[in-house]
């Protein structure tokens, strides 16, 4: 049974892409219909209408891959993971050089106007030398 399946997995793909479209978009439809025009005095609309907000949301707003809890932590991960693996030397480096990054021309020519507070905050946050 699992290798009928297996094979002809493609074959079962679309239909249930299509049924799972189908079914959001009666839902999609039932809920304007039923809320919309009591509420904001809008017409009713069609199942092919309900489909396509559901697909311009869908382009819109995101296919659901991002944000939630759990996600979007890889790269610190692989940071971190990377961080382990330096030698205490190749640590400070690395840190010199991330201490820069995001500040553009700006911070190390001191034309920008917030140049001054980044050197006095970066003066404060440095321990004083014995």
């Known amino acids: 049974m699992k290798s009928f399946l297996y094979k002809r997995r493609f074959i079962f793909i679309p239909f249930g892409v299509a049924a ?3 079914v959001i978009s009666f839902a999609v439809m039932a809920l304007w219909n039923n809320l919309l025009p009591g509420i904001l005095h809008v017409g009713v609309i069609t199942f092919w209408q309900a489909m396509g907000i559901f697909v311009l ?3 819109l707003f995101g296919f659901g891959k991002g944000g939630g809890p759990g996600r979007g932590n890889w790269m610190r991960h692989r940071m971190e993971e990377k961080f382990k693996n330096m030698t205490p030397e190749e ?3 690395f840190k010199a050089r991330m201490e ?3 500040r553009g021309h700006w911070g190390r020519h001191g034309d920008h106007p917030y140049a001054k507070y980044w050197q006095e905050t970066k003066a404060e946050e440095k321990p004083a030398a014995e």
Request: hydrophobic share 25%; glycine share 8%.
């Open 20 to 22: 799972f479209l189908t």
């Open 91 to 93: 640590r400070e480096k």
């Open 100 to 102: 820069n990054c995001g």
């Open 57 to 59: 949301c869908k382009i």
